[in-house]
T-cell receptor
């Protein structure tokens, strides 16, 4: 069963705590992306990676960190520096071998602050 | 800053009607324009996409109209159905960016039975 999986579906963060959101894909895609979605707003790019061991900041990278040690995995850490982390987080991947190939999205993780 | 402006923010249509969502962009380097459909609590899914070498693309009940000179593109949903009720996002990307998409703010469509 191919696709993108994100876990957990819901995640609760205590003040001052770092939390990590998982994103795994078995589509053999080179590029992976993390977006944040707030109610009534579009998707905003946090980080993206076009190849293993390399990643770039998106538009709202402050308070977040990522790693890309394996092609199929792109975890996102929401650090304590992110003061307003409550949002719906979406991971996506894309086959960068074809120009302008579409991005495929996972089911998302909803992060809530206790 | 690269932006994509989307309107309306919300739209209510009757079953069988036509739903129209509009987007405008500024960056002339954009050359791929996808539309995504998102149901509550789910990730967005690609609905239809267009490149600027054509003015219209149709897939079933969904049509994209593209006006390169006006830097505008729109999604038309013909014979709208209650199952089409979702949030729709337009997006744009310049091919050279490695498909770094810029999204519109989204339109919440409700189709009444």
């Amino acid at each position: 069963d191919g696709g993108i999986t994100q876990s957990p579906k819901y995640l609760f963060r205590k003040e001052g705590q770092n939390v990590t959101l998982s994103c795994e894909q078995n589509l053999n895609h080179d590029a992976m992306y993390w977006y944040r979605q707030d109610p009534g707003q579009g998707l905003r790019l946090i980080y993206y990676s076009q190849i293993v061991n390399d990643f770039q900041k998106g538009d709202i990278a402050e308070g977040y960190s990522v790693s890309r040690e394996k092609k199929e995995s792109f975890p996102l850490t929401v650090t304590s520096a992110q003061k307003n982390p409550t949002a719906f987080y979406l991971c996506a991947s894309r086959n960068s071998g074809r120009a302008a190939e579409t991005q495929y999205f996972g089911p998302g993780t909803r992060l809530l602050v206790l | 800053q690269q932006q994509v402006k989307q309107s309306p923010q919300s739209l209510i249509v009757q079953k069988g009607g036509i739903s129209i969502i509009n987007c405008a962009y500024e960056n002339t380097a954009f050359d791929y324009f996808p539309w995504y459909q998102q149901f509550p609590g789910k990730g967005p899914a690609l609905l239809i996409a267009i490149r600027p070498d054509v003015s219209e693309k149709k897939e079933g009940r969904f049509t994209i109209s593209f006006n390169k000179s006006a830097k505008q593109f729109s999604l038309h949903i013909m014979d709208s159905q209650p199952g089409d009720s979702a949030t729709y996002f337009c997006a744009a990307t310049p091919e050279a960016s490695g498909s770094r998409l810029t999204f519109g703010e989204g339109t919440q469509l409700t189709v009444n039975p």
